[in-house]
C-alpha cells in the first residue's frame, strides 16, 4: 500500500512554465484524506518550496536544498551545512576553470561567485535578491546548498568526473539539465532526507512512490520501493524505473497521484 509519495519539482511535477497545475492541491489534500502523505523532494530551498505550494504549505512535507533541508509536520527535522573549508575548496577549484560559475546558498540569500554576465541570464526563481561578490561568504554563514553553472552544455559529464576527482572526498557532484552541476555534501543526497523523513513517521520504503527525471532524482529513486521516472527523464534514470510515465507537460505526475487516489476507493 502507498503510504508517501515524493515528488521533484522541475521538469517532473512543475509544468512547462515551471509552475504548480492547480489540481496538484486538490489531489495532495484528497491523498491526504486517505493516509497518503506527499513530500516535495527538490533542489529548491524550503522557503521557495513553502511558496510553490501556499495553499497546501502546512500540509505537506520538504526534502528541500538536495537533502540538506528536511521538514516533517511542519518542523525541521535534519539540517546540513557545507563546511567552511569545504566550501573554500570549492570556490578555489571554480576559479581555476573559466568555464565554471559558483553559486552557493544560505537559507534566505544567494551568493554569485564572480561577476559573469553569462549565466545570469539562467538564474532560476530559486536566486532571489543574488547578491555577486568575489569571495567566499563569512565562515558564520551556513552555506546549504551550491550549484556550478558550467557554459560548455556537451561537455557536461567530462566535467563532472573533473569535480569527482577534485573533490569528491567532500563533495558530490550531478548534472542538472544542460548547464547546471549541483554540488551537495558528501553522503547527501534526497534519498538520506526521504530516509530521515520515514523513520520520523515510522514508513517503509516499499511503501513510497517517488517520481524524478533528473540525475539529482537518482538515489531517491533507487531507495524506494516504486521509481516512477517521467518520460522526459535522462536516459540513465529511466533505466532504473519501475514505471516510465508521460511528461511534466502532459501532468504525468498528477495523472498518476489521481490513479493512486482512485486504487484507494
Known sequence: MVRLIAADMDGTLLDENSLLPKETFELIEALRDRGVLFCASSGRRYETLRWLFEPVADRIDYVASLGTQVYADGQLLDREVFSTRAVLRLFRTCQEFDCFHLVLYDRTHTFLLDDQSSYVRELDKDLPNAERVFDPPAPDVSIIKAAICYDRPH???????????????????????????????????????????????????????????????????????????????RYAVKQIAEKVVGTNVEHAVQKEMRRILEELG
Do not use: C, Q
Request: charged residues 20%; glycine residues 12%.
Open 155 to 233: 561537455e557536461i559529464m567530462d566535467m563532472v568526473y573533473v569535480l569527482e576527482r577534485e573533490l569528491g572526498d567532500v563533495f558530490s557532484f550531478m548534472p542538472s539539465g544542460n548547464t547546471w552541476i549541483d554540488v551537495t555534501p558528501r553522503g547527501i543526497s534526497k534519498a538520506t532526507g526521504l530516509e530521515a523523513l520515514l523513520g520520523y513517521y515510522g514508513i517503509d520504503r516499499a511503501d513510497v512512490v517517488a517520481f524524478g527525471d533528473s540525475m539529482n532524482d537518482y538515489a531517491m529513486l533507487r531507495y524506494v520501493g516504486h521509481p516512477y521516472v517521467m518520460g522526459n527523464a
